[in-house]
């Protein structure tokens, strides 16, 4: 009996903390795709734009395991046209999401490539990744940023759908075993291993990285 009202709560704890996760970070469809990779890099977010606006947001939970992704450039692609979307302002860069505004011309879908490369040398090359670009029209900018604003006080922008989160093939594609887990999901963690729903966990080694991380010691 104590071994089942205990086997309960644990499971009451595990759902509690997957409502507590935030929404961006579960349900993300993973897949792959076809670009030109020696000029976009290997992996993208496909966002889907409703209408057509000035000014459209974006939040994708892409997770990243690379370091300092804010030092890394984005360049976002309007499907349908094929051309570069120039009107861009980085919001938030950090390694569990990327908020971000765009300029949508028309309604569609829209490619942001996150982890541009730049490959040097033939037998032995040297891959480095893009530095960030400010390719965004003054003006836009300026008008953009004045939106973003008032936005937060009286009306929403547009906000931009996440499709899917594409790798140009399987073999580099980070999901499953290198999606990190988010400062949220850590935090979850240690909410549990802090309270009396973790008296019978002991010796153990608990891990909470995604699968990034291959061994603890």
Not at 156 to 171: H, M, R, T
Request: proline content about 6%; hydrophobic content about 40%; some cysteine.
């Amino acid at each position: 009996m104590i071994r089942t009202a205990l086997l309960r709560n644990v499971c009451l704890w595990v759902l509690l903390l997957s409502a507590l996760t935030p929404l961006s970070s579960q349900g993300v469809r993973y897949g792959t795709g076809t670009w030109d990779a020696e000029s976009l890099g290997n992996h993208r977010a496909v966002l889907l734009v409703r209408e057509k606006a000035e000014t459209v947001v974006a939040t994708i939970p892409w997770r990243r395991r690379d370091s300092e992704p804010e030092k890394k450039n984005i360049i976002v692609v309007e499907e349908s046209t094929g051309k570069r979307v120039t009107n861009l302002l980085r919001l938030s860069i950090n390694r569990s999401s990327g908020v971000m505004a765009f300029q949508a011309p028309n309604a569609g879908a829209y490619d942001v490539y996150y982890l541009p490369y730049v490959s040097k040398g033939r037998n032995y090359p040297v891959v480095t990744y893009q530095a960030p670009e400010d390719t965004a029209d003054p003006s836009w900018k300026k008008t953009a940023q004045a939106a973003i604003s008032r936005s937060e006080n009286t009306v929403p922008l547009p906000q931009a759908a996440l499709v899917e989160i594409q790798s140009i093939d399987q073999f580099n594609s980070f999901y499953p075993m290198e999606v990190i887990a988010t400062p949220e999901e850590v935090a979850n963690l240690a909410v549990y291993v802090c309270s009396p729903l973790s008296l019978a966990t002991n010796g153990a080694a608990l891990r909470v990285d995604g699968g990034v991380v291959r061994a603890c010691f």
